[in-house]
């Protein structure tokens, strides 16, 4: 019997990439390329992808890359859709492709920019919450109480709301996604590339180093994270939200905590009141069950 899938079987991503093992960045660009398709560009600023893709003309991602400034991804991408539609490429899609510090921190104010004056770009954050590829510094998607090379206590400050930052510029098109809910990804990833305007993914990208898990618990930790609800899967639209995986009953959050050492130092209270902010957030989230 022939099982029909709603994955493209057509790879984007090749063999021959840098990445260490069980890395959620590269599971992430494996689905995203099955969703954007080969006439897509991608504009990297410094980050691990700027390693994992491999030296030109080597290229793993199959599709051009285009190596940004730290802080400009979102205008280098914008510059190279302009020249694109002055050459008559219209039908090519260009992909901001940034971890957390080309995101949150040093690149938001060109993000902010670009979604401001509405540029027809795809910004997508692999989201892996620290500064990984320079060696495990906390950033402004570090979660409050997780280990890093530079809060070796666990940060005293919450993770920043970029989702929320993003959507006061009124994107086209906003949402999550994981590589453990690979066919939402997929889908969310053809639906933007065929949308107009400034559109942005957040992509949760579990990092075994950096998260101090093994290898093989990637998709463990990024299923955990959505039926946890730290990490709800949903896409705003046209003013419009839907919740795409409603979870009846969470899970505790010290369920996906306890598999990761960077939590090791955040103890009893800290969990119980990262349990009682995650219950907040999920509370206000419209079509929750």
């Known amino acids: 019997m022939k099982v029909r899938l709603s994955i493209p079987e057509p790879e984007g991503l090749s063999a021959g990439h840098l990445a260490?093992?069980?890395?959620?960045?590269?599971?992430?660009?494996?689905?995203?390329l099955k969703g954007l398709g080969p006439d897509t560009v991608l504009v990297i600023p410094a980050c691990c992808w700027t390693i994992l893709a491999g030296p030109a003309p080597l290229l793993s991602t199959g599709v051009n890359v285009v190596h940004s400034p730290f802080p400009c991804a979102a205008?280098?991408?914008?510059?190279?859709?302009?020249?694109?539609?002055?050459?008559?490429?219209?039908?090519?899609?260009?992909?901001?492709?940034?971890?957390?510090?080309?995101?949150?921190?040093?690149?938001?104010?060109?993000?902010?920019?670009?979604?401001?004056?509405?540029?027809?770009?795809?910004?997508?954050?692999?989201?892996?919450?620290?500064?990984?590829?320079?060696?495990?510094?906390?950033?402004?998607?570090?979660?409050a109480g997780a280990w890093t090379m530079t809060t070796p206590e666990g940060s005293a400050l919450p993770k920043k709301d970029l989702d929320a930052i993003v959507e006061a510029h009124h994107p086209a098109y906003l949402?999550?996604?994981?590589?453990?809910?690979?066919?939402?990804?997929?889908?969310?990833?053809?639906?933007?590339?065929?949308?107009?305007?400034?559109?942005?993914?957040?992509?949760?990208?579990?990092?075994?180093?950096?998260?101090?898990?093994?290898?093989?618990?990637?998709?463990?930790?990024?299923?955990?994270?959505?039926?946890?609800?730290?990490?709800?899967?949903?896409?705003?639209?046209?003013g419009a939200f839907r919740l795409n995986v409603p979870v009846a009953k969470r899970r505790p959050v010290t369920e996906f905590l306890s598999r990761q050492?960077?939590?090791?130092?955040?103890?009893?209270?800290?969990?119980?009141?990262?349990?009682?902010?995650?219950?907040?957030?999920?509370?206000a989230l419209p079509g929750r069950t």
Not at 176 to 190: C, G, H, L, N, S
């Open 175 to 238: 949402a999550t996604a994981t590589p453990a809910y690979a066919e939402d990804m997929v889908r969310k990833f053809k639906k933007a590339r065929g949308l107009t305007g400034f559109r942005f993914i957040r992509v949760l990208a579990p990092c075994p180093p950096g998260w101090k898990y093994e290898p093989e618990e990637t998709v463990r930790l990024s299923r955990l994270a959505v039926q946890t609800g730290l990490f709800p899967l949903y896409e705003r639209e046209g």
């Open 261 to 283: 050492g960077r939590f090791r130092r955040l103890g009893a209270d800290g969990e119980t009141a990262l349990q009682a902010r995650v219950d907040a957030a999920w509370a």
């Open 75 to 143: 205008a280098v991408a914008a510059g190279v859709r302009h020249g694109l539609l002055a050459r008559g490429k219209a039908s090519t899609c260009v992909v901001a492709w940034a971890g957390d510090g080309g995101t949150f921190d040093i690149g938001l104010q060109a993000l902010s920019g670009a979604a401001e004056r509405g540029e027809d770009i795809l910004y997508v954050c692999y989201d892996n919450e620290a500064y990984m590829n320079t060696g495990i510094q906390r950033s402004g998607g570090t979660p």
């Open 20 to 32: 260490c093992q069980g890395c959620g960045a590269t599971l992430a660009m494996r689905y995203a």
